[in-house]
C-alpha cells in the first residue's frame, strides 16, 4: 500500500471554489513548469465551444480517469484536481509507487460551471447557491449521454462534452473511475456499485481525519457510510424496467460513464465520494428520538408535494410567456417533466421503505438529516424557476414574469427564513472535503488494482 499520508496533511485551506477560468490557466502552468511531467490533451469543445482539457500525468500500468463538475453546480472537484495535480508532479515517489497514469479532466463542464460562479466565490451560502443556480439537464450531461445497444435502447446522440471524455475511454481501459459529485446536506456518502469491504476502514479513516461524519442516508447501504449507487447504471435499469413490463420509463439519452467504462474494461472500479456543501452539527448525534423514520419521511415527502404543486402552478402561468430557448428554461423542462408526466425514475431512482424501515426509531442525524434535506433543496427548484424568468426579462419578456418572479423570490425568502430558524446551516471547510475525498480515491484506486487482470501500457492519444 503507497504511503500517501504527506499527500493529504498537505492540501490548501481553500476559501472559495476555483474558477474555470482559473482552472484553465493553472492547467497551461503546471505544463509549463513541468513539461517532462505533465501532457495537456484537447479533448475537444464544448457545446458552446470552450476547451475541455485534459491532464495526463504518470506512466503507471493502471489508468484512472477523474473528472469535475459531473453536475456543473458540484464545483470541489476542481479544487481536488487542482490540489492533485499539483502534488503528482511533486512527489515522484508517490507517482511512481501508485503505478497509475492519471487521467485529470478539472471541469468536464465548463459551460455549465460558468453558469454558477457567482457562488463559486462566495459567499457560501443556501440563499446565494440558490440564486446561482443552474444544473445540466441530464439529457445534455458528460457522463451521462454515451453510446448504449442493448434490448429496445439503441442511444447514440453523445453531446460534445460526452465525446470529449469519450475520446479518453475509447482508447485506454480504465482501472479506476470516479466522478466529483456533491450533495448539499450531510457529511460523506461513499457510491460503490458493489460491496468493496477491504477499502472500507481507509474511506472511514479519512472521514475521521478531516472531521466529516458518514451521511445517515436511508437506502441501500453496505455499511455505514458506503453507499449502492443505483444512478452508476441507468441504461441497465432501464432495460430492466422494460423486461417487467413498464413503459412509463424515464426517457434518456445514453448509458452512464461507469457501464461505458466497462464495455472496454468489465473489471473498472468507481467510487463517488458524494460529500456535502452544508451540514447541521446535530447529524453526529445519534441519540434515538421518540419518533419513528416513518414520521421523517413523510414529512419529507410533504414538503416535496408541496413545492412540486407550487411550482407546477407557477410554470403553468408562465409557460405562455416563455418565449426564448436560455439554459435555465431547458433546465426547467426537464425538471418539470416528471411532475407533470411521472415516469419512472432511472437516473437517480427514489428509494421506498417498507414497514420495518418506517417504524423503526429515528436518531437526531436521522431526523435532522431527512427532513433538512428537503427543506434545503425546495429552495434550488425556485432558483431555477428565478433565472429562467430572469433570463426571460432580460430579452425583453412579458411584465407578468416579472410579477411571477417577486412572487416567486418572496417564497423563496420564507424558505430560506424557515431553514436558517429550524437548522445551524453550516458549510464543511472544502479543505475537508478535498482531503477527505482526495483519500478515498486513492484507497479506492489502490483497491482497483486487485480486480484487473491483464494489464497493458503505453496508450497515446
Same mark, same amino acid.
Given at each position: 500500500?503507497?504511503?500517501?499520508?504527506?499527500?493529504?496533511?498537505?492540501?490548501?485551506?481553500?476559501?472559495?471554489?476555483?474558477?474555470?477560468?482559473?482552472?484553465?490557466?493553472?492547467?497551461?502552468?503546471?505544463v509549463?513548469?513541468?513539461?517532462?511531467?505533465?501532457?495537456?490533451?484537447?479533448?475537444?469543445?464544448?457545446?458552446?465551444?470552450?476547451?475541455?482539457?485534459?491532464?495526463?500525468?504518470?506512466?503507471?500500468?493502471?489508468?484512472?480517469?477523474?473528472?469535475?463538475?459531473?453536475?456543473?453546480?458540484?464545483?470541489?472537484g476542481?479544487?481536488?484536481?487542482?490540489?492533485?495535480?499539483?502534488?503528482?508532479?511533486?512527489?515522484?515517489?508517490?507517482?511512481?509507487?501508485?503505478?497509475?497514469?492519471?487521467?485529470?479532466?478539472?471541469?468536464?463542464?465548463?459551460?455549465?460551471?460558468?453558469?454558477?460562479?457567482?457562488?463559486?466565490?462566495?459567499?457560501?451560502?443556501?440563499i446565494?447557491?440558490?440564486?446561482?443556480?443552474?444544473?445540466?439537464?441530464?439529457?445534455?450531461?458528460?457522463?451521462?449521454?454515451?453510446?448504449?445497444?442493448?434490448?429496445?435502447?439503441?442511444?447514440?446522440?453523445?453531446?460534445?462534452?460526452?465525446?470529449?471524455?469519450?475520446?479518453?475511454?475509447d482508447?485506454?481501459?480504465?482501472?479506476?473511475?470516479?466522478?466529483?459529485?456533491? %450533495?448539499?446536506?450531510?457529511?460523506?456518502?461513499?457510491?460503490? $456499485? =458493489?460491496? &468493496?469491504?477491504?477499502?472500507? !476502514?481507509?474511506? /472511514?479513516?479519512?472521514?475521521?481525519?478531516?472531521?466529516?461524519?458518514?451521511?445517515?442516508?436511508?437506502?441501500?447501504?453496505?455499511?455505514?457510510?458506503?453507499?449502492?449507487?443505483?444512478?452508476?447504471?441507468?441504461?441497465?435499469?432501464?432495460?430492466?424496467?422494460?423486461?417487467?413490463?413498464?413503459?412509463?420509463?424515464?426517457?434518456?439519452?445514453?448509458?452512464?460513464?461507469?457501464?461505458?467504462a466497462? %464495455?472496454?474494461?468489465?473489471?473498472?472500479?468507481?467510487?463517488? $465520494? =458524494?460529500? &456535502?456543501?452544508?451540514?447541521? !452539527?446535530?447529524? /453526529?448525534?445519534?441519540?434515538?428520538?421518540?419518533?419513528?423514520?416513518?414520521?421523517?419521511?413523510?414529512?419529507?415527502?410533504?414538503?416535496?408535494?408541496?413545492?412540486?404543486?407550487?411550482?407546477?402552478?407557477?410554470?403553468?402561468?408562465?409557460?405562455?410567456?416563455?418565449?426564448?430557448?436560455?439554459?435555465?428554461?431547458?433546465?426547467?423542462?426537464?425538471?418539470?417533466?416528471?411532475?407533470?408526466?411521472?415516469?419512472?425514475?432511472?437516473?437517480?431512482?427514489?428509494?421506498?421503505?417498507?414497514?420495518?424501515?418506517?417504524?423503526?426509531?429515528?436518531?437526531?442525524?436521522?431526523?435532522?438529516?431527512?427532513?433538512?434535506?428537503?427543506?434545503?433543496?425546495?429552495?434550488?427548484y425556485?432558483?431555477?424557476?428565478?433565472?429562467?424568468?430572469?433570463?426571460?426579462?432580460?430579452a425583453?419578456g412579458?411584465?407578468k414574469?416579472?410579477?411571477?418572479?417577486?412572487?416567486?423570490?418572496?417564497?423563496?425568502?420564507?424558505?430560506?427564513?424557515?431553514?436558517?430558524?429550524?437548522?445551524?446551516?453550516?458549510?464543511?471547510?472544502?479543505?475537508?472535503?478535498?482531503?477527505?475525498?482526495?483519500?478515498?480515491?486513492?484507497?479506492?484506486?489502490?483497491?482497483?488494482?486487485?480486480?484487473?487482470?491483464?494489464?497493458?501500457?503505453?496508450?497515446?492519444?
Open positions: 500500500m503507497t504511503d500517501f499520508s504527506n499527500i493529504l496533511e498537505n492540501v490548501p485551506n481553500f476559501r472559495r471554489y476555483i474558477t474555470v477560468d482559473e482552472l484553465h490557466q493553472r492547467n497551461a502552468d503546471l509549463n513548469e513541468h513539461p517532462d511531467k505533465v501532457e495537456l490533451i484537447d479533448l475537444g469543445r464544448s457545446t458552446n465551444g470552450e476547451v475541455i482539457d485534459c491532464l495526463k500525468i504518470g506512466d503507471g500500468k493502471y489508468n484512472a480517469l477523474i473528472h469535475g463538475f459531473p453536475n456543473c453546480e458540484e464545483p470541489f476542481g479544487n481536488l484536481l487542482d490540489y492533485f495535480a499539483e502534488a503528482l508532479v511533486l512527489d515522484d515517489d508517490f507517482r511512481e509507487s501508485m503505478d497509475y497514469t492519471w487521467y485529470l479532466v478539472k471541469c468536464s463542464d465548463p459551460d455549465g460551471a460558468r453558469l454558477n460562479e457567482g457562488f463559486h466565490t462566495g459567499p457560501h451560502t443556501p446565494n447557491f440558490t440564486l446561482n443556480y443552474y444544473r445540466t439537464p441530464n439529457a445534455l450531461t458528460a457522463e451521462s449521454c454515451f453510446p448504449y445497444r442493448f434490448g429496445p435502447l439503441d442511444l447514440n446522440e453523445p453531446v460534445p462534452e460526452t465525446k470529449a471524455l469519450m475520446r479518453i475511454l482508447r485506454v481501459p480504465m482501472s479506476f473511475i470516479s466522478s466529483l459529485h456533491m %450533495m448539499k446536506w450531510g457529511g460523506i456518502t461513499y457510491e460503490v $456499485p =458493489e460491496p &468493496c469491504e477491504p477499502i472500507y !476502514p481507509g474511506l /472511514w479513516s479519512v472521514a475521521k481525519q478531516f472531521n466529516v461524519f458518514p451521511r445517515k442516508r436511508l437506502g441501500t447501504t453496505y455499511a455505514p457510510g458506503i453507499q449502492y449507487a443505483a444512478y452508476l447504471s441507468p441504461a441497465r435499469g432501464w432495460v430492466q424496467q422494460w423486461n417487467a413490463g413498464n413503459r412509463n420509463i424515464e426517457p434518456i439519452k445514453g448509458c452512464y460513464i461507469y457501464e461505458y466497462q %464495455m472496454v474494461n468489465p473489471n473498472a472500479f468507481m467510487m463517488i $465520494p =458524494e460529500c &456535502c456543501i452544508w451540514y447541521d !452539527p446535530r447529524m /453526529w448525534d445519534d441519540t434515538p428520538l421518540d419518533a419513528t423514520l416513518g414520521e421523517s419521511i413523510l414529512y419529507a415527502k410533504e414538503r416535496e408535494d408541496e413545492v412540486n404543486n407550487y411550482m407546477l402552478r407557477i410554470w403553468n402561468e408562465a409557460l405562455p410567456y416563455l418565449k426564448t430557448g436560455s439554459p435555465f428554461k431547458v433546465m426547467m423542462d426537464e425538471w418539470m417533466e416528471p411532475i407533470i408526466n411521472k415516469y419512472t425514475n432511472v437516473t437517480n431512482p427514489p428509494f421506498s421503505f417498507n414497514k420495518r424501515v418506517q417504524e423503526k426509531q429515528a436518531t437526531m442525524a436521522e431526523k435532522i438529516g431527512v427532513e433538512g434535506r428537503d427543506d434545503l433543496y425546495r429552495m434550488f425556485l432558483g431555477g424557476l428565478i433565472r429562467t424568468f430572469e433570463a426571460e426579462l432580460e425583453g412579458s411584465e414574469l416579472d410579477g411571477l418572479c417577486v412572487e416567486v423570490m418572496g417564497k423563496l425568502q420564507e424558505y430560506d427564513n424557515y431553514l436558517h430558524d429550524n437548522y445551524t446551516v453550516t458549510a464543511h471547510p472544502i479543505r475537508n472535503l478535498v482531503g477527505m475525498s482526495l483519500g478515498s480515491i486513492l484507497y479506492s484506486a489502490e483497491y482497483a488494482k486487485s480486480k484487473q487482470k491483464a494489464v497493458v501500457k503505453g496508450y497515446q492519444l
